[in-house]
């Protein structure tokens, strides 16, 4: 297995910083949590010193870590193979998320350590509106094994219109009349921070890649959804320009 690839381009500003850390955040959760099985599948204890990457793309990596000393950027816990199978399962992969968490907030620091109080400030903020990837982990486990789960808030929470501005009534009136399956929605990610679907908060989706985010990860309140006929999301809006 090779060696993680160096980083290209060293985010400066609070929002590349901020982007790079939600990015990296997100394949990590889906590491640990809709790729779990093949996550654990590759840390055989049996190859060398293994590391779990976020990736700045928002996938992930488990891989050698990096050869140079001091290496171009924090790395991840060394190792995390080697205590797998003498380990409970959860317990292990719990570890490993706690360590992933301190390895996220490390890199953000590492590459904010240039920015003025003020910058550093509301840019951990910002990375504390977000759930730690412990956290996210054992919420979708609590989902998980809760009997009788009522998902059907998120038709109340979320909106989703088509073309011609009228409210699609596909997924979300079949979540209201109880026809799907409440599974399929424990698996809702946030588009921008992947973190799982919770009834309690406002989401919204775009009507180009149909992704899910958070109205407030996106800056868009019910209020406003109302008057926006076709949604896109920031990352549908950059590609259309």
């Not at 205590?83 to 490390?106: F, Q």
């Not at 979320?158 to 109880?178: F, H, L, P, Y």
């Not at 424990?186 to 921008?192: A, F, I, K, R, V």
Request: with cysteine; proline share 5%.
């Amino acid at each position: 297995m090779e060696a993680a690839a160096p980083v290209s381009s060293a985010p400066r500003s609070v929002g590349e910083i901020y982007r790079d850390y939600t990015a990296r955040r997100a394949g990590l959760v889906r590491a640990l949590t809709s790729d779990v099985d093949e996550f654990y599948g590759l840390c055989d204890p049996e190859k060398e010193n293994l590391c779990l990457y976020g990736l700045p793309n928002g996938g992930w990596e488990v891989a050698l870590p990096a050869e140079e000393v001091p290496p171009e950027m924090p790395e991840p816990a060394l190792g995390i193979n080697f205590a797998r199978d003498g380990m409970k399962r959860r317990d292990w992969l719990s570890l490993v998320a706690v360590h992933s968490d301190a390895w996220l907030v490390s890199v953000a620091y590492f590459y904010a350590a240039r920015l003025n109080g003020n910058d550093r400030k509301r840019l951990f903020n910002m990375i504390n509106d977000h759930p730690s990837v412990c956290e996210t982990m054992f919420d979708r486990k609590q989902r998980e094994n809760k009997p009788g789960v009522d998902n059907s808030g998120k038709s109340r929470h979320s909106t989703k219109r088509s073309s011609d501005g009228k409210i699609k009534n596909s997924r979300s009136a079949a979540v209201e009349d109880g026809y799907e399956d409440d599974e399929e929605h424990s698996e809702t990610l946030c588009g921008t921070c992947s973190s799982l679907y919770n009834s309690n908060e406002f989401w919204i989706g775009c009507d180009i890649c149909e992704q899910w985010f958070h109205g407030k990860c996106v800056r868009i309140t019910p209020a406003k959804a109302d008057q926006i006929k076709q949604y896109k999301c920031p990352d549908c809006s950059k590609k259309s320009r």
